[in-house]
T-cell receptor
Framework: DTAVSQTPKYLVTQMGNDKSIKCEQN?????MYWYKQDSKKFLKIMFS???????INETVPNRFSPKSPDKAHLNLHINSLELGDSAVYFC?????????????FGPGTRLLVL | KQEVTQIPAALSVPEGENLVLNCSFT??????LQWFRQDPGKGLTSLLL?????REQTSGRLNASLDKSSGRSTLYIAASQPGDSATYLC???????????FGGGTRLMVKP
């Protein structure tokens, strides 16, 4: 009964390819996120998605596009992968609760671009 | 732009010690502040969330404090145990879509 799940857990691919990472939450939350953790373990927000409202971190290249088929899913599609995209990508979710929005994280997807 | 800094970057203590992890942030107009734990190769687990109107939160051996005016938070761990060994991350929510800004983390090692 995993709360936030991601697939795949590991992804190794060639530069220039297009890939997708899937995220699902069964907590009934209304907001989902994607974060990137680089090789130095620094964690940065990429996107926040709430009820069809997408908020994008302006530093994220437009090769990255989140897609939400429904409230429980937020997938991340990456076009034309580059070496610098290698990182661990975490999905998270939370419920709007006036200052009490604890975020629950998935186990991460380890992406390696060769 | 919010910036979050955590000191120290790494800490090693013998079992049983009480310890304090520090977090500072540059923009005091925060919505809430959260402390997370990350084990090697794993995701993040939420430990404590302090709303902007609160001064501290406690959970078991953990106590987190918040001083918004000075832009600081501390995580106090009492009677540390080897199982507490992990990276502890501080994150600030400025209510911009609830997107968190994380500090660089403190890697804690508690030796038996």
């Amino acid at each position: 009964d995993t709360a936030v799940s991601q697939t795949p857990k590991y992804l190794v691919t060639q530069m220039g390819n297009d890939k997708s990472i899937k995220c699902e939450q069964n907590l009934g939350h209304d907001t989902m996120y994607w974060y990137k953790q680089d090789s130095k373990k620094f964690l940065k927000i990429m996107f926040s998605y709430n009820n069809k409202e997408l908020i994008i971190n302006e530093t994220v290249p437009n090769r990255f596009s989140p897609k939400s088929p429904d409230k429980a899913h937020l997938n991340l599609h990456i076009n034309s992968l580059e070496l610098g995209d290698s990182a661990v990508y975490f999905c998270a979710s939370s419920q709007r609760q006036q200052g009490k929005e604890t975020q629950y994280f998935g186990p991460g997807t380890r992406l390696l671009v060769l | 732009k919010q910036e979050v800094t955590q000191i120290p970057a790494a800490l090693s203590v013998p079992e049983g010690e009480n310890l304090v992890l520090n977090c500072s942030f540059t923009d005091s107009a925060i919505y809430n502040l959260q402390w997370f734990r990350q084990d090697p190769g794993k995701g993040l687990t939420s430990l404590l969330l302090i709303q902007s109107s609160q001064r501290e939160q406690t959970s078991g051996r953990l106590n987190a404090s918040l001083d918004k005016s000075s832009g600081r938070s501390t995580l106090y761990i009492a009677a540390s145990q080897p199982g507490d060994s992990a990276t502890y991350l501080c994150a600030v929510d400025n209510n911009a879509g609830n997107m968190l800004t994380f500090g660089g983390g403190t890697r804690l090692m508690v030796k038996p």
